[in-house]
């Protein structure tokens, strides 16, 4: 299995080149990055209605929660895919698709939905209304994986019924109504399953083992290669004791009523259970489908609000700036973030407030670390804005 890809998203000035073009910007990220750490597709992202800065910095905080929440969710999806598929990673790949599109080619093409997720509206409206969208698919895929694994574990149940050894099987199958001492007011029927090597020790001592054992009255039933199932008559109010004493061997006494037609009851309930976990897992396997699509499709745009927002925050107004998807690897990442650094590490705490010509007019460090504080709690502080990440 192939490792996945990593992602870096940068957000830079168009002022880091001379003529302040967005295409000029983009070129210079990519010889700041070089193909020896990965390929720099353009990253597109409209413009949104900007608040206050107040406003701005609280997003800054909403948004960098949100994309931990999109990220887990994602993931859960992805697991829940892997578990359902039994960890056969090319049909999983198959499954993790984003719009139809392999992960990769999605964001390698990303477009804003503007049908979906209106760019005219605020920001804190579209955060809103990515939130309430991620959790309720969220929701959906855990129920209907929940219902899937209910009856997945009951048609597991169910089958070791009718497969297991004779301590825990069901025994529909092997006592006949004659078997059993029914309707009597004194006496019951006993039935346990003793280890065959203890089978010797059961019928020297069985009679023994509580009082008013009917004597001579245990039949061997049924043997498999573990244990041996025995039947034997007590009297009623001594019953009790006599499979306690039983248990105390480390025999297993098995509760069982006799109910006419049951046998047939049993091999039903497997057919129907079978045919309902088939069905629930086409449904599942749909659901986590749809929903690492969804929640795939959610997480990028609020990585894509999140570069905005700090975009702002970090260089300032008019909003001239250029970002780039870097498609590398999780080593290779590390050399391209240094390769960055190095380039644009002059960018620290002097990207608030430019001319038209996106000049800096002034140098705000204090303002940068209080951007810090607000948008970048969860990864470390950079001189430009920079997110990393992988589908799993």
Same mark, same amino acid.
């Given at each position: 299995?192939?490792?996945?890809?990593?992602?870096?998203l940068?957000?830079?000035?168009t002022?880091?080149?001379?003529? $302040?073009?967005?295409d000029?910007a983009?070129?210079?990220?990519? /010889?700041?990055?070089?193909?020896?750490?990965?390929?720099?597709? =353009?990253?597109?992202? =409209?413009?949104?209605?900007i608040?206050?800065?107040?406003a701005?910095v609280q997003?800054?905080?909403?948004?960098a929660?949100l994309?931990?929440?999109?990220?887990?969710?994602?993931n859960?999806v992805?697991?829940?895919l892997?578990a359902?598929?039994?960890?056969?990673?090319a049909?999983?790949?198959?499954?993790k698709?984003i $719009?139809?599109?392999?992960?990769?080619?999605?964001?390698r093409?990303?477009?804003w939905n503007?049908?979906k997720y209106?760019?005219d509206?605020?920001?804190?409206?579209?955060?809103?209304?990515?939130q309430?969208e991620l959790? &309720?698919?969220?929701?959906?895929?855990?129920?209907?994986?929940?219902?899937?694994?209910?009856?997945?574990?009951?048609?597991?149940?169910s089958?070791?019924r009718q497969t297991?050894?004779?301590?825990t099987?069901?025994l529909?199958?092997?006592?006949a109504?004659?078997?059993?001492v029914?309707?009597?007011?004194?006496?019951?029927?006993?039935?346990?399953?003793? =280890?065959?090597?203890?089978?010797?020790?059961?019928?020297?001592?069985?009679?023994?083992?509580? =009082?008013?054992v009917v004597?001579?009255?245990?039949?061997e039933?049924a043997?498999?290669?573990?244990?041996?199932?025995?039947a034997?008559t007590v009297?009623?109010?001594h019953?009790?004791?006599?499979?306690h004493?039983?248990r105390?061997k480390?025999?297993?006494?098995?509760?069982?009523?006799?109910?006419?037609? &049951?046998?047939?009851? /049993?091999?039903?309930?497997?057919d129907?259970l079978?045919?309902?976990?088939?069905k629930?897992?086409?449904?599942a396997l749909? +659901?986590? $489908?749809?929903?690492?699509?969804?929640a795939?499709?959610i997480?990028v745009?609020?990585m894509a609000?999140r570069?905005?927002?700090?975009t702002?925050?970090?260089?300032?107004?008019?909003l /001239?700036f250029?970002?780039?998807?870097?498609?590398? !690897?999780?080593? $290779?990442?590390?050399?391209?973030?240094?390769?960055?650094?190095?380039?644009y590490?002059?960018?620290?705490?002097n990207?608030?407030?430019?001319?038209?010509?996106g000049?800096?007019?002034?140098d705000?460090?204090?303002?940068?670390?209080? +951007?810090?504080?607000?948008?970048h709690?969860?990864?470390?502080? !950079?001189a430009?804005?920079y997110?990393?990440?992988?589908?799993?």
């Open positions: 299995m192939s490792k996945p890809s990593t992602y870096l940068v957000s830079l000035p002022s880091i080149v001379p003529s $302040n073009d967005k000029e983009l070129t210079a990220l990519r /010889e700041a990055v070089t193909n020896d750490y990965g390929t720099t597709h =353009p990253f597109s992202i =409209p413009s949104f209605k608040g206050t800065l107040d701005l997003q800054a905080d909403d948004l929660k994309d931990s929440a999109a990220e887990g969710v994602v859960k992805g697991d829940s892997r359902i598929l039994e960890g056969d990673e049909k999983i790949a198959q499954q698709t $719009n139809d599109k392999p992960v990769d080619q999605y964001l093409s990303f477009s503007k049908v209106r760019a509206k605020p920001i804190a409206d579209l955060i809103s209304s990515l309430k959790s &309720g698919i969220d929701n959906d895929v855990k129920a209907k994986f929940n219902q899937y694994n209910t009856c997945k574990t009951s048609l597991l149940a089958q070791r297991g050894n004779l301590s099987k069901s529909a199958p092997l006592i109504p004659n078997t059993l029914q309707d009597s007011e004194y006496l019951e029927t006993h039935l346990i399953a003793v =280890p065959n090597a203890a089978a010797k020790d059961y019928l020297r001592s069985y009679e023994t083992l509580s =009082p008013m004597p001579r009255s245990s039949t039933i043997k498999d290669d573990e244990f041996t199932l025995f034997a009297f009623k109010k019953g009790a004791e006599f499979v004493r039983c105390e480390r025999w297993t006494p098995r509760e069982y009523r006799y109910e006419e037609g &049951g046998r047939e009851k /049993e091999a039903k309930e497997v129907s079978t045919k309902e976990e088939r629930l897992w086409g449904e749909r +659901m986590g $489908n749809t929903g690492y699509s969804e795939g499709m997480w745009h609020v609000l570069v905005f927002v700090e702002v925050l970090r260089y300032g107004l008019p /001239e250029v970002c780039g998807l870097v498609q590398t !690897t999780s080593k $290779n990442a590390k050399k391209a973030k240094a390769s960055l650094d190095d380039r590490d002059y960018l620290a705490g990207a608030f407030g430019r001319d038209k010509k000049r800096v007019q002034k705000d460090s204090s303002l940068a670390n209080d +951007m810090q504080a607000a948008g709690a969860d990864h470390e502080y !950079t430009y804005v997110y990393e990440f992988e589908f799993q």
